[in-house]
């Protein structure tokens, strides 16, 4: 692919026509680098202002050449360059979270009104296959859209349309953890799609092709459902359950950083099936509230303080404590898709807290300081800040601790009476 190559096909696109100043993600690879040159190159054809944002994720020892390279590269050019340094503990997606969320500030500081990123047809072979792999919802097999709102503008994508083998040889620093198969999209690109091409060479482009099927498909259904006001209660219930379902997916999907699990999905969704009036907070700083006559989600900006530091739960509700959904039912209600369940014996109030000095926990019949329980289970002391302790009559009943129920002297012979059922979010 050469530069005329690339000028014709964003022209064509018309991926800049409504965008003057122009943020680039620029890691050092190969893939990005090409974006930055072909962007650089065709600047003032396409009529832009360009800006560099680089993250230094300190996990290689060729990150502060790659830093320094870029830094001086752009102060060469006359660029802006920005830096943003990633810390504490590595995943892919704590690191991702923190380069989207770094170039969101950008670009509302700055003024840039578009994004752009060097992810091209293999990235997307990968990400179809990684989401059929993981068994996400059909709307999300489309894969990576090639543009899409993003901050106070668009995220663009505008190497989709060709394979990385397409890009031309260019000065770039080679990432040695591409190599790494500790991570899943690693093991995707180096052992997966290579044996699956040995099965069917034309592995990819199926992979291709269904996600432009899905895409057409939802786009489809959005065509046949616009009319439908969704969030008029009424009108929803009027529906099959199936277009509930599509209706329901398609309004959340306007949530970018909202991704509810499922079981909390089939719970929205039985309260917009009942006449009931329901308020519900979900994650980031989302609530979701309907009233007979209409159902919406906004987004609540967080106050300092705001998370309470204990909450009492009645028989028959629902709450948000901490990282977890929890849902206070009795024993013959065998619905609930919760990943987990304490038994009560009877149904008094529950107090959802974080640890106080002196708890103390029943283990094998065993009284044991809470503190001594951590030790023992070699708990980090962050995990023990986030600690959710369940207690019904002054007595604690479980702690919630890494993703983990842990129950407190549980009784196997008294008559349960009712069901604390818990979901991480």
């Not at 890691?27 to 230094?56: C, K, P, Q």
């Not at 000065?171 to 093991?187: A, P, V």
């Amino acid at each position: 692919m050469k530069a005329d190559d690339f000028l014709q096909h964003v022209t064509k696109k018309q991926f800049f026509t409504r965008h003057q100043k122009v943020l680039i993600a620029v890691s050092g690879g190969v893939d990005s680098m090409n974006l930055l040159h072909f962007l650089y190159v065709s600047r003032e054809t396409l009529g832009i202002d360009i800006g560099i944002a680089h993250v230094n994720h300190h996990q290689r020892l060729s990150s502060q050449k790659e830093e320094d390279y870029l830094k001086a590269w752009a102060r060469q050019q006359s660029i802006p360059f920005h830096l943003g340094h990633f810390e504490g503990q590595f995943s892919e997606k704590r690191a991702r979270d923190y380069r989207y969320a770094f170039f969101r500030e950008l670009m509302q500081v700055h003024g840039y009104t578009a994004l752009v990123t060097a992810h091209h047809a293999d990235d997307q072979v990968e990400t179809i296959f990684m989401r059929l792999l993981r068994g996400s919802k059909l709307r999300y097999q489309s894969g990576i859209k090639e543009r899409q709102a993003f901050a106070q503008g668009e995220l663009i994508r505008p190497f989709l349309a060709f394979t990385k083998s397409e890009l031309p040889s260019i000065f770039h620093f080679e990432d040695d953890s591409n190599h790494d198969n500790h991570y899943l999209r690693n093991r995707v690109r180096n052992r997966y799609l290579p044996d699956l091409r040995k099965e069917n060479p034309n592995i990819d482009e199926a992979l291709l092709n269904h996600g432009r099927d899905v895409a057409m498909l939802i786009e489809a259904l959005q065509e046949l459902t616009k009319t439908i006001d969704s969030q008029d209660c009424k009108v929803f219930q009027s529906q099959s359950p199936l277009v509930q379902r599509f209706l329901l997916e398609d309004y959340l999907a306007n949530f970018l950083d909202l991704q509810i699990g499922k079981s909390q999905f089939e719970q929205l969704l039985r309260q917009l099936n009942n006449a009931k009036n329901y308020d519900f907070p979900l994650k980031n700083n989302y609530h979701f509230n309907k009233t007979a006559e209409r159902f919406m989600i906004e987004k609540i900006s967080p106050k300092t303080d705001s998370q309470p530091k204990e909450m009492v739960l009645k028989y028959g509700l629902l709450a948000t404590f901490g990282e977890y959904a929890f849902s206070y039912k009795s024993e013959a209600d065998t619905e609930e898709t919760y990943e987990t369940f304490i038994p009560l014996s009877g149904l008094a109030p529950l107090t959802l807290r974080h640890r106080k000095p002196g708890d103390r926990i029943f283990v094998k019949k065993l009284s044991k300081k809470l503190r001594r329980f951590f030790i023992d289970e070699k708990v980090p002391h962050k995990e023990r800040e986030e600690t959710i302790i369940v207690e019904q009559n002054n007595e604690i009943l479980a702690v919630l601790c890494q993703g983990k129920t842990y129950l407190s002297n549980p009784s196997y012979h008294d008559i349960m009476r009712g069901k604390l059922y818990i979901q991480k979010i």
